[in-house]
């Protein structure tokens, strides 16, 4: 009897586990938290315990449902509590601190002609210190500008520098599609973007239209690759002779996703033909006779 009763205990569901999107206001990307009992709604300012510790923070999305497995790696934060005057008033003032020491770095970085750029301040007040995270070609001798710092805001200092990419994700911003940065939004990782990546989906190589906000080659490159290499397997390259209905010719276009080759037959004109129907020319027989 018992191990039946235990037999039913383990064929009964998991209860439904519900989260919350919290995103902390010196955070870039918002985080799964707990909401418990209390009853949230979007923009509603609230504390939280992230992976960075108790942090205050913006409700960014509706409760949803858990799907994801219990993994040791799979960390889910909580919602404390509703942020109350005494929170906010405590987060205006860091505000105000991080305004000042920005604009103070920026007439510093200026003044000593340092060849970075600052990208943004983020005072932790239960450290009792500043970061100032910012962007730079090579390695600067900042030395100077955090004995400067130091001096002026009377605690710890530290410099962190970021990469173009990573600077574009903290500022966030819009991208060509219209939508709200990938880095900013979902992406946790920025994984590496090629041009043989543009190249293989047919764009145009063109640095305005296949580069991100950053600078750099954007991240969505990478999405459909695989769909485009597998669908551009059974179609012949580019600048091979190929038969046709039509007759012979040479590949100028492939329109992957329609699955059509482009070609131009030997009297100079241009047809679209199905990919099934364009095979690889065979090399004619050599006409020079056997001595």
Do not use: W
């Not at 870039?28 to 939280?48: F, H, M, Y």
């Not at 600067?140 to 520098?161: G, N, T, Y």
């Amino acid at each position: 009897m018992e191990t039946q009763a235990h037999r039913s205990d383990e064929s009964k569901p998991e209860p439904k586990r519900f989260v919350i999107g919290v995103r902390p206001t010196d955070g870039v990307r918002s985080e799964l938290c707990d909401p418990g009992e209390l009853r949230l709604r979007v923009g509603d300012q609230v504390i939280a315990q992230t992976q960075a510790g108790v942090q205050i923070g913006v409700i960014a999305s509706n409760k949803i449902i858990d799907y994801r497995k219990k993994q040791p790696g799979c960390k889910t934060g909580k919602v404390l509590r509703i942020a109350n005057a005494n929170d906010l008033q405590t987060q205006r003032k860091k505000e105000e601190l991080e305004y000042k020491a920005k604009s103070f770095c920026i007439d510093k970085i200026t003044e000593l002609k340092l060849p970075m750029s600052l990208s943004r301040v983020v005072h932790e007040p239960n450290e009792k210190k500043t970061i100032f995270f910012f962007t730079a070609e090579g390695r600067v001798d900042f030395r100077q500008l955090i004995k400067e710092l130091a001096s002026f805001l009377r605690h710890r200092i530290e410099m962190r520098q970021v990469g173009v990419r990573d600077e574009a994700r903290a500022i966030s911003g819009t991208g060509i599609c219209g939508e709200e940065l990938c880095c900013t939004r979902f992406l946790k990782d920025f994984n590496p973007v090629t041009i043989r990546m543009a190249k293989d989906q047919g764009l145009a190589l063109n640095p305005g239209k296949i580069s991100g906000v950053c600078g750099r080659l954007m991240c969505c490159l990478q999405y459909e690759h695989e769909v485009y290499r597998n669908l551009s397997k059974s179609m012949p390259k580019i600048g091979k002779k190929v038969e046709t209905p039509s007759g012979p010719g040479k590949v100028i276009k492939n329109e992957i996703l329609n699955q059509f080759v482009v070609v131009r037959l030997d009297d100079d004109s241009v047809l679209s033909f199905p990919s099934d129907e364009v095979h690889t020319a065979k090399p004619r027989p050599s006409s020079d006779k056997p001595a």
